[in-house]
């Protein structure tokens, strides 16, 4: 396993990450029972992953008390980060369905405090606004709250994480002109490169460190999706068309040859384009089993794609259409 520096940080995160709303949630096609969610987080630790990133809205604090327990004689040995801003109590969670958020310094320090206890620890190594909106990015009482957790450590960093769906791209770019933020979390993938490249370019220039979820472009890099899949409509990826899943499977064929010439399968090599990419921190793939922890695991042993294919990635990706994104409407 290879580590990568966390932006300003001397936090050293594993180029894998976990991405740990899926023990939570069963939004992903998979129920996990809790005492499977505790092998999968065990595994993960066994194969080199040190860094565990969830939310605490991820089945109202279930993912955070899942790692507590089963770190908590192990603090000094991971990298935990979680997320606030939505105020989860007393609705339901339902796939797409947005919930109201709050910033303000007396619900983040709640949510902070509340964090803390599950997650069975005085301090986080990242604490982070879950999907924020422009006017979010702009306030700076916020992150003057955050500064000022920074400043009595009881977090070491901050980061902005992007969504829910692709695109906030000025929300990516502005964030990363605050002082102490380290991270931004956006969706990326070597089918949709859009924000992510931009992202990754200011990342670079500003000492910030990417963190890439949706790496699998829900399922299609993998082959666990494809033109006769059908998903119910709880599931995350439902917000995936069947046009969206056509087009993909076609993009798929066109990056086909650059993976058997390196030796790899699709996923490898979407895997390896993002571990490439000069900006990145770690990876968060949506693992749902031991043995996936495993295979994602083994593809970061092999060794990184070749400045010609990376090349003739971009190229290929710049004669494919352009797709919407999303963004607070004060960005457009």
Same mark, same amino acid.
């Given at each position: 396993?290879?580590?990568?520096?966390?932006?300003?940080?001397?936090?050293?995160?594993?180029?894998?990450?976990? =991405?740990?709303?899926?023990?939570?949630?069963?939004?992903?096609? !998979? &129920?996990?029972?809790?005492?499977?969610?505790?092998?999968?987080? &065990?595994?993960?630790?066994?194969?080199?992953?040190?860094?565990?990133?969830? @939310?605490?809205?991820?089945?109202? =604090? !279930?993912?955070?008390?899942?790692?507590?327990?089963?770190? !908590?004689?192990?603090?000094?040995?991971?990298?935990?980060?979680? !997320?606030? @801003?939505?105020?989860?109590?007393?609705?339901?969670?339902? =796939?797409?369905?947005? $919930?109201?958020?709050?910033?303000?310094?007396?619900?983040?320090?709640?949510?902070?405090?509340?964090?803390?206890?599950?997650?069975?620890?005085?301090? $986080? +190594?990242?604490? @982070?606004?879950?999907?924020?909106?422009?006017?979010?990015?702009?306030?700076?009482?916020?992150?003057?709250?955050?500064?000022?957790?920074?400043? +009595?450590?009881?977090?070491?960093?901050?980061?902005?994480?992007?969504?829910?769906?692709?695109?906030?791209?000025?929300?990516? $770019?502005?964030?990363?002109?605050?002082?102490?933020?380290?991270?931004?979390?956006?969706?990326?993938?070597?089918?949709?490169?859009?924000?992510?490249?931009?992202? *990754?370019?200011?990342?670079?220039?500003?000492?910030?460190?990417?963190?890439?979820?949706?790496?699998?472009?829900?399922?299609?890099?993998?082959?666990?999706?494809?033109?006769?899949?059908?998903?119910?409509?709880?599931?995350?990826?439902?917000?995936?068309?069947?046009?969206?899943?056509?087009?993909?499977?076609?993009?798929?064929?066109?990056?086909?040859?650059?993976?058997?010439?390196? =030796? *790899?399968?699709?996923?490898? $090599?979407?895997?390896?384009?993002?571990?490439?990419?000069?900006?990145?921190?770690?990876?968060?793939?949506?693992?749902?089993?031991?043995?996936?922890?495993?295979?994602?695991?083994?593809?970061?042993?092999?060794?990184?794609?070749?400045?010609?294919?990376?090349?003739?990635?971009?190229?290929?990706?710049?004669?494919?259409?352009?797709?919407?994104?999303?963004?607070?409407?004060?960005?457009?």
């Amino acid at each position: 396993m290879n580590y990568n520096k966390l932006g300003k940080t001397d936090i050293k995160v594993s180029e894998l990450g976990f =991405g740990a709303w899926a023990i939570a949630l069963d939004w992903w096609g !998979k &129920k996990i029972e809790e005492d499977e969610a505790k092998r999968m987080l &065990k595994k993960a630790y066994d194969v080199g992953i040190n860094f565990f990133e969830t @939310g605490d809205m991820y089945g109202k =604090g !279930k993912s955070e008390r899942l790692i507590g327990e089963v770190f !908590k004689d192990m603090r000094d040995e991971i990298v935990i980060s979680t !997320k606030y @801003g939505y105020d989860f109590e007393g609705v339901d969670q339902i =796939g797409h369905t947005e $919930l109201p958020q709050k910033f303000d310094e007396d619900f983040t320090r709640k949510a902070l405090k509340n964090s803390l206890e599950r997650l069975q620890t005085d301090h $986080l +190594d990242m604490y @982070g606004l879950h999907n924020p909106k422009l006017n979010h990015i702009r306030d700076d009482s916020i992150f003057n709250v955050l500064d000022s957790l920074v400043a +009595d450590e009881t977090i070491k960093t901050y980061q902005v994480a992007l969504g829910p769906a692709i695109g906030w791209t000025q929300e990516g $770019l502005e964030a990363m002109d605050r002082t102490n933020l380290s991270a931004v979390q956006t969706v990326y993938n070597i089918l949709e490169q859009t924000p992510g490249n931009e992202l *990754l370019k200011k990342a670079e220039e500003k000492n910030v460190g990417i963190l890439v979820r949706v790496p699998e472009a829900s399922g299609i890099l993998t082959g666990k999706v494809n033109a006769d899949t059908k998903m119910d409509e709880k599931d995350h990826r439902s917000i995936r068309k069947g046009e969206w899943i056509k087009a993909s499977l076609e993009k798929v064929e066109q990056i086909r040859s650059i993976a058997e010439r390196n =030796g *790899l399968s699709i996923i490898e $090599l979407a895997m390896k384009f993002i571990m490439t990419k000069k900006g990145f921190a770690s990876v968060f793939p949506t693992m749902i089993s031991e043995e996936e922890i495993i295979n994602y695991a083994e593809m970061t042993k092999k060794e990184y794609i070749s400045t010609s294919d990376m090349k003739e990635i971009d190229e290929l990706y710049n004669t494919w259409p352009t797709y919407e994104l999303k963004a607070t409407p004060e960005a457009n």
